[in-house]
């Protein structure tokens, strides 16, 4: 694949983007990339180029209405990295683009119905293409589906097993991640949510839905309605070997008291009630902007960790993977080291097409580079 970039960032102005666009400033020259930066704004695209700490990039105009630009940018590159969000609104023009010009493509959306789709419309077509499409490379939802994966495969593989993902994080979130949020569950209410059906295996244990106190954690736990667990059924689907054929796979978010646990829940059940209400919805997205999101200062208190737990007939394994601010510094590492990964992968000729998990595209190769970049996994 001749191609004049290694990689292109489009939505670098945003503001993970512009936290994305450092990360690869700082690590291009060691990887030995040739990249650039691309959005429709290029007085905003020459304020992010600015700032950049190391190596700076070629700028690149191009507006996600316009098809045929977009082809013209994906067609200069070997890896597209997305970063411009709503997904939802505005992610499938430049999938599409990247399939067309054979063009790998790589984003940190976390909206299950944008993800679903992209899966239910464009595996063949990628895969004829000889294209690697991978949606939810950053915190959604790499950490979860590694975890996942990793306790997977101490398990005895022909024995059916349930897999808990246990999330806990301090984090606070952008403008941007909010705006997102309140589309999808929107989205949601109304009843417009693509979903992926996966066949469930008659033996695959049932894992019940519900708030509990989880003795495997000794923690309250709260199921999770976001992504991560479509892209770990995504991924234990399609790699039975891994995983074997009865599995099921839930999350929760830890809360340490029944106290944590109202607080919690009662906003997102207000917001679920309210948001079907334009006005509700435009008062959010007036109050959380795009583009504003937590200080330098607010993110280095940040942490996560994910810890899955795995039983089956006759054994029981964990895996723990942890790190810093989740949604905007490691995400920023998880989708540079992803994309990384691939280009590796492009040069061993060992990369795989189609619409794929994080776990399918990149597999230990992304375990490695991420233990050496200081996110902890245990396996």
């Known amino acids: ?3 004049k970039f290694d990689i292109i960032l489009f939505g670098s102005t945003g503001f993970t983007g512009q936290l994305i666009a450092s990360y690869l400033s700082e690590h291009s020259l060691n990887e030995n990339i040739t990249w650039a930066i691309a959005g429709r704004d290029k007085e905003k695209l020459m304020q992010v180029f600015n700032t950049l700490p190391a190596a700076k ?9 316009d ?26 023009n430049v999938v599409e683009a990247c399939i067309e010009t ?7 959306t976390g909206e299950p119905s944008f993800v679903a789709d992209i899966y239910n419309h464009y595996f063949q077509k990628a895969s004829d293409q ?13 950490p979860a589906d590694y975890a996942a994966w990793l306790t997977a495969k101490k398990l005895p593989l022909n024995e059916p097993k349930s897999l808990k993902g246990y999330i806990r994080t301090n984090a606070t979130f952008s403008g941007g991640t909010l705006t997102t949020a309140v589309q999808a569950m929107h989205m949601e209410v109304q009843k417009t949510s693509i979903k992926t059906k996966i066949k469930k295996h008659p033996d695959a244990p049932k894992i019940p839905l519900k708030i509990h106190f989880s003795n495997d954690i000794n923690a309250w736990a709260i199921p999770m309605p976001v992504v991560d667990p479509h892209i770990v059924k995504r991924s234990a689907f399609r790699l039975s070997s891994d995983y074997g054929n009865a599995v099921t796979y839930a999350q929760f978010f830890v809360r340490t008291s029944l106290g944590k646990v109202i607080k919690t829940v009662l906003p997102i059940a207000s917001a679920m009630l309210l948001v079907r209400f ?10 959380f ?28 394994a964990r895996t723990v993977i942890s790190g810093g601010d989740p949604g905007y510094n490691e995400t920023a590492k998880m989708f540079s080291q992803s994309a990384f990964t691939l280009l590796d992968k492009i040069k061993n000729h060992t990369i795989s ?18 233990r050496r970049e200081g996110i902890f996994i245990d396996e």
């Open 1 to 3: 694949m001749e191609r």
């Open 57 to 65: 990039p070629e700028i690149i105009t191009a507006d996600i209405k």
């Open 67 to 92: 098809s045929q630009g977009l082809r013209t940018m994906t067609s200069q590159t070997k890896i597209l990295m997305s970063a411009v969000g709503p997904f939802n609104w505005y992610g499938k």
């Open 102 to 108: 054979q063009t790998h493509y790589l984003d940190i």
């Open 130 to 142: 000889k294209t690697c499409v991978v949606n939810c490379c950053g915190f959604d939802s790499i």
């Open 278 to 287: 334009k006005s509700f919805r435009q008062k959010l997205f007036d109050k």
């Open 289 to 316: 902007k795009p583009g504003t999101g937590p200080d330098v200062d607010r993110r280095a208190k940040s942490k996560f960790e994910i810890i899955c737990v795995g039983n089956s007939t006759t054994a029981q």
């Open 353 to 370: 097409y189609g619409v794929l998990t994080p776990v399918e595209a990149f597999g230990m190769e992304l375990v490695h580079r991420l």
